[in-house]
């Protein structure tokens, strides 16, 4: 009768061991899904930071070109040749021509980056570009 009842309970257990094994399954099945949607989330956010990233690297050399091309033009402006400073006429002419086509490769410059022109003193006097 003893070993009958070892028997029944051996059987219990090994019924509970069955059990136990079956959640041990179901649950390392849950984790493993777990783990591969928390691997998909990262690798989609660190495709969406890469190309955010790589937008903003283009725009930033975009705008860099942009005033790179306006930083040539001024320089283009500087004259090469020397004038005596007893002209004004020519260096006033010279200015102003100089002035109004350095304000309008300023607007091209801030057309180009996105921006609005500032309003510079010369303006506020009258100078028309």
């Known amino acids: 009768a003893q070993w009958q009842r070892d028997k029944c309970k051996a059987d219990s257990l090994e019924v509970e061991l069955k059990h ?7 649950s ?42 306006a930083q040539k033009k001024l320089a283009e402006l500087i004259p090469t040749n020397t004038v005596p400073i007893t002209n004004a006429a020519y260096i006033h002419h010279s200015n102003t ?3 109004q086509a350095s304000f309008h ?25």
Do not use: W
């Open 20 to 26: 136990a094994k079956r959640a041990n399954d179901a």
């Open 28 to 69: 390392c099945t849950t984790l493993q899904q777990k783990m591969a949607d928390v691997h998909t989330f990262k690798a989609q956010k660190l495709k969406e930071s890469l190309i955010s990233l790589s937008d903003t690297y283009s725009t930033l050399a975009d705008n860099m070109m942009a005033v790179s091309r």
């Open 97 to 99: 021509d100089d002035t």
């Open 105 to 129: 490769i300023l607007e091209k410059a801030c057309e180009d980056l996105g921006v609005s022109v500032p309003c510079l003193p010369t303006q506020q006097n009258g100078l028309q570009n």
